[in-house]
């Protein structure tokens, strides 16, 4: 007597979590989704528009996908130990040129700094004087 009373509770608690609607409604499995750690996008400049912790809703009858959250926009060399494997076969081939590219950029002394500051910190001094241009508007 005992096993069937523990039975019927556990069958009704298997019952509650298979139920998605209320009163009537039918029972289906839970279709369960995976979170994204990371949604990382590709653009044809060579940047990648990367999303930390995404929020990711989708219309699977409509094909549609949205992503929301904080986006970064990052070149793809600062990315790059992690996401080799997400790259394409087209992205490899711009990822071999740009390669190719750092060392004679070096050579040329063009090579932009890697820190992403810049030499010139002063105020550059004023090339005109725009108090004489309001007053040549107000004439």
């Not at 019927?8 to 409604?25: D, P, Y």
């Not at 050579?107 to 001094?125: Q, R, T």
């Given at each position: 007597?005992?096993?069937?009373?523990?039975?019927?509770?556990?069958?009704?608690?298997?019952?509650?979590?298979?139920?998605?609607?209320?009163?009537?409604?039918?029972?289906?499995?839970?279709?369960?989704?995976?979170?994204?750690?990371?949604?990382?996008?590709?653009?044809?400049?060579?940047?990648?528009?990367?999303?930390?912790?995404?929020?990711?809703?989708?219309?699977?009858?409509?094909?549609?996908?949205?992503?929301?959250?904080?986006?970064?926009?990052?070149?793809?060399?600062?990315?790059?130990?992690?996401i080799l494997n997400q790259l394409g076969a087209d992205s490899l081939t711009s990822l071999r040129s740009l390669a190719e590219s750092l060392p004679k950029q070096s050579v040329d002394g063009k090579a932009p700094l890697a820190n992403?500051?810049?030499?010139?910190?002063?105020?550059?001094?004023?090339?005109?004087?725009?108090?004489?241009?309001?007053?040549?508007?107000?004439?």
């Amino acid at each position: 007597m005992k096993e069937t009373i523990m039975n019927q509770e556990k069958l009704a608690k298997l019952q509650a979590q298979v139920r998605i609607g209320g009163k009537g409604t039918a029972r289906r499995k839970k279709k369960v989704v995976h979170r994204a750690a990371t949604v990382n996008m590709f653009t044809n400049q060579g940047t990648v528009i990367h999303f930390n912790n995404p929020e990711v809703q989708a219309s699977l009858a409509a094909n549609a996908f949205t992503i929301t959250g904080h986006a970064e926009t990052k070149q793809l060399t600062e990315m790059l130990p992690s996401i080799l494997n997400q790259l394409g076969a087209d992205s490899l081939t711009s990822l071999r040129s740009l390669a190719e590219s750092l060392p004679k950029q070096s050579v040329d002394g063009k090579a932009p700094l890697a820190n992403g500051e810049d030499d010139d910190d002063e105020v550059p001094d004023l090339a005109e004087n725009f108090d004489e241009a309001s007053k040549n508007e107000a004439n």
